[in-house]
Structures are given as structure tokens and as C-alpha cells.
């Protein structure tokens, strides 16, 4: 650093570096100045309407009066005034008009998902995917149907199907032949059943129920919909009693379905949900029909 | 200025030039982030140990055959299926349930269900819950995972000399 200024009058500090690099007093660029003045004037106007000095355990007031609390309450009102709305609308369509509605079914689905959560996904699992013993709702093998009316109805009043226990109808070798004839079917999408088989069912009463293709339809619809007692579409290889098999097939031949005075009878209920015995409400209902109807099987 | 100091000390200390090399500090520094990385790892590997080795392995091994037999023999050929949601969240409590049926697909109860969740990562987060009968062959625990990541978990059920297993491994979410 020099000691005498070589550069006289040029407005520099006085701090020269090998030789000839000094550092000038130059004014900030006016841009800068009007910006360093800006914000001053934004500090002392945001803190006269806003919060902003600690005033004791609190702060100043503000002239606007904003708190955090009341901007979130504010927030929390606009979602209900919104759900308020979607519930109306819920409560004024039917279940097919919300489904063809995608803003409003999509507001029906993610409601629905708690629902379905807290009520349905400990017999039919978390996803509708069913279990051991419960059916699948995420598929379209209906026992019932898969309609927005016939999920309603089963939803609302619950389902109880009946199937005769045959032990002391049936003969061992017949129940065998059935049984087996049930596993050729479901192994081949029913084009493998045997003569016998096909014989018994047909002789035996099974068709009465099952269907004359033994498809659990009693009577199709032309609008895909179907006729039918809750029994089990037994040409489709998707076993109502997993694991499936011979075993399974014989058991539910021999002791039946819901058949009170068979200990060994399946037990096949599905509880009614509609208040007063069920504890949803109409509109909870609708909310699970479109729900299931959209798990991926709804006709 | 500057070219003079360094001059200056260039000359000053001439016999360990090579430290003052850039290349070389920046190798060194290599080898010693490398070696700390794995003094680390080594640590961790002794200290998070899971545990999870079985102490008779090498009996377990011998036996195998024998065990697979006697097991074959009394297999009641049951079916487990667990139901544990496909997306969790750490912190948030869910429903994780398994079902029991026998050959003929008839709901099944074992005298004991246990859940067990192992953390791969760090064996003092592992969990254990008993299982609530619900109702027959449907047995159910309520639960929340701790931490985001991988877990193990296993359901075993006990019944008389013979234990059943299931498990599966599952990825939880950001809360």
C-alpha cells in the first residue's frame, strides 16, 4: 500500500495496491439507492399493518388485524363451504350420474376410501381385493351383480346366500363326480366339465340355482345385468372359497351355504349397512356404491 | 503482492514442495475421505447388526431333510393370507390382518398370532404385537410404522408343536 496518494483528485480512498489498483468513492448506482430506500419504506409500512415487533409474550397488533390462526380458520371455511357444496350435489344425484360426473366422483371416491377403510376392508381387504372366505369386489365376477342398483341393495340390506348341504341328498361317489367336475370346469372356463358331472348338475337341482351354463346367472338380461341367487359362477376359475380345489368344492357340496343346523355349513354373510341395524347413512352408501362400482368391476 | 509472497515462500520451503501441490493435497484428501467412509461403515456394520442369523444354523442345516419330512407329514395344508394396505405411511396407524383356512377353504384358528416387524437397517427399532382374534380364522393388529423405508414383517402362527408363517417386505412412505 502506497503511503502518498499518486492519483490525486480522482475521488479514491487513498488505498492503492502494486502500483496502480485503488478503490474509488464512487456513489452506489441510483437503481440500487432507490431499491435500499424501497425496502426501508416496506419494513415501516408492512410492520404499521402486519404483525411484526415482539411485544412482551406477543407482538404488535397490525392495522389490518391478520393473524396466522384466522388466515388458516378462513381456509378450513373455504373447504367446508366446498365439501358442503360436493355433499349436496352427492345427496341430489343418483349413484350412475355421480359416476359420470369426474370432478364430483373423484370428490366421491376419496370420501368413500375412509368409509370403505373403517366398514368393508376387514372382510374384503384393505384394497377389495377380498380374502380366504370373502369375496372380491375389484374384479367383475358378481355374485349379486355389479349394477349401482343391485351394489346399493346389497350394500343397504345385506346378503345371506343359501345353498342346500347335499350329504344326505347326494351319494359319495356323486359328490366326488360333482366336486370333480367343478374343478374341470373352473380349470378350463367351463368347456371341460364331464358327461356325469354335467348329468348330476343338470338332474340333481344344482342348475336351479347355478345356471343352465353353471355361470351362477339364472337369467341373463340384454343389458349385461343378470337374474340370480348369489351362487357362485362356477365356470370362471375364481374360487367364493379359496384355496379352491377338490377339497373346497366337495365341502361346499356336502354341508351347503348359511344351512343353520349344518356345523360344518359355510358361513356366508354379508351384514346389512343402512341405519337403523347398519350404521351408514343413505348418502355414506351411495358414496361406497360409486366406490366399489369404480374398484374396477362396476357394469 | 500476491506473486511475492508466494515467492516467498516457494523458496522457504523448498524440500516439501510436493505438499503444496493442489494435485497431491487433493489425493491425499481422497485416500482420507475413502478410509473415513469406510471406518464408518465398518462401525455401523458391528453396531446395526440385525441379528437376524439363526444360532443353530449349521444343526438347522443338518436336520433340514429330516424337518422338511416330519413337517410334509403333519402340513395341514392350510392357507395364510395376510392383508397388510399397499400404502403406508411412517406414523400412521392401519389395520394389518390375516386370514386362516384349512384344505376345504373353512376358517381355521391357531392358538397363537404374533406380528412381528424387523427394521433391516436397525435391529433396536425391531417390534413385536400379538394378534386379536376378530373373528374366526380373521385375526388383526393395529399399528403404525415408526420410520420411513424397508421393513420385514413376519406373521407366525403357533399351533401345538407347529408354527406357520407368513411374510412379506413393504416400503413405507413419508407420513
Not at chain 1, 404488535?60 to 378462513?74: A, H, S
Not at chain 1, 356366508?268 to 343413505?282: D, R, T
Not at chain 2, 376358517?107 to 417390534?127: G, I, K, L, Q, W
Request: aromatic share 10%; net charge negative; charged share 20%.
Amino acid at each position: 500500500m502506497a503511503d502518498h496518494n499518486p492519483f490525486p483528485g480522482e475521488n479514491n480512498t487513498g488505498h492503492v495496491w502494486d502500483d496502480n489498483i485503488r478503490e474509488l468513492k464512487n456513489p452506489p448506482p441510483r437503481w440500487w439507492m432507490q431499491g435500499f430506500w424501497l425496502s426501508i419504506i416496506w419494513v415501516v409500512g408492512y410492520s404499521i399493518l402486519y404483525p411484526t415487533w415482539p411485544v412482551g409474550d406477543d407482538a404488535n397488533r397490525g392495522l389490518l388485524g391478520w393473524t396466522q390462526i384466522k388466515e388458516y380458520e378462513q381456509g378450513v371455511e373455504r373447504i367446508e363451504a366446498k365439501r358442503a357444496e360436493f355433499e349436496d350435489r352427492i345427496r341430489e344425484l343418483s349413484a350412475d350420474q355421480i359416476l359420470a360426473d369426474p370432478g364430483l366422483k373423484q370428490y366421491t371416491l376419496a370420501s368413500a376410501k375412509v368409509l370403505f377403510g373403517d366398514n368393508c376392508a376387514a372382510c374384503h381387504g384393505s384394497g377389495g381385493q377380498g380374502n380366504p372366505g370373502y369375496p372380491v369386489l375389484a374384479d367383475d365376477d358378481w355374485l349379486y351383480g355389479g349394477t349401482t342398483a343391485k351394489l346399493t341393495e346389497t350394500i343397504t340390506g345385506g346378503r345371506q346366500s343359501l345353498m342346500p348341504a347335499h350329504k344326505t341328498i347326494l351319494t359319495e361317489p356323486e359328490v366326488d363326480t360333482l366336486a370333480h367336475w367343478v374343478v374341470q370346469m373352473n380349470e378350463t372356463g367351463g368347456e371341460g366339465g364331464s358327461e356325469a358331472g354335467w348329468t348330476l348338475f343338470k338332474t340333481k337341482g344344482c342348475v336351479a340355482c347355478h345356471g343352465q351354463t353353471a355361470n351362477g346367472h339364472v337369467v341373463d338380461l340384454p343389458n349385461g345385468d343378470f337374474i340370480g341367487v348369489g351362487a357362485a359362477n362356477l365356470r370362471d376359475g375364481i374360487w367364493r372359497f379359496e384355496p379352491g380345489g377338490f377339497e373346497s368344492a366337495r365341502h361346499t357340496i356336502l354341508y351347503g351355504v348359511n344351512q343353520k343346523d349344518v356345523p360344518e355349513s359355510r358361513n356366508a354373510v354379508m351384514p346389512a349397512f343402512a341405519e337403523p341395524a347398519g350404521k351408514l347413512s343413505e348418502q355414506d352408501i351411495k358414496k361406497l356404491v360409486v366406490y366399489v362400482h369404480s374398484l374396477g368391476g362396476g357394469m | 503482492m500476491m506473486t511475492h509472497i508466494q515467492t516467498r515462500l516457494q523458496t522457504h520451503l523448498q524440500p516439501n514442495a510436493a505438499l503444496r501441490n493442489p494435485w497431491v493435497l487433493g489425493w491425499i484428501g481422497l485416500i482420507v475421505v475413502v478410509l473415513a467412509v469406510n471406518l464408518v461403515m465398518v462401525y455401523l456394520a458391528f453396531a446395526t447388526n440385525p441379528g437376524l442369523v439363526n444360532a443353530d444354523y449349521y444343526e438347522r442345516g443338518r436336520n433340514y431333510e429330516r424337518t422338511v419330512l416330519t413337517r410334509q407329514a403333519r402340513d395341514p395344508g392350510w392357507l395364510i393370507r395376510a392383508d397388510i394396505p399397499a400404502s403406508l405411511h411412517a406414523g400412521q396407524t392401519e389395520s394389518i390382518r390375516v386370514f386362516f383356512v384349512d384344505k376345504a377353504g373353512q376358517p381355521v384358528d391357531p392358538e397363537v398370532v404374533t406380528f412381528h416387524a424387523y427394521r433391516p437397517s436397525d435391529a433396536a427399532r425391531d417390534f413385536t404385537l400379538s394378534m386379536n382374534r376378530e373373528d374366526r380364522g380373521r385375526y388383526v393388529v393395529e399399528t403404525a410404522f415408526p420410520l420411513i423405508g424397508v421393513w420385514d414383517t413376519l406373521i407366525v402362527a403357533r399351533l401345538g408343536e407347529d408354527e406357520f408363517s407368513v411374510g412379506e417386505r413393504l416400503t413405507v412412505g413419508t407420513p
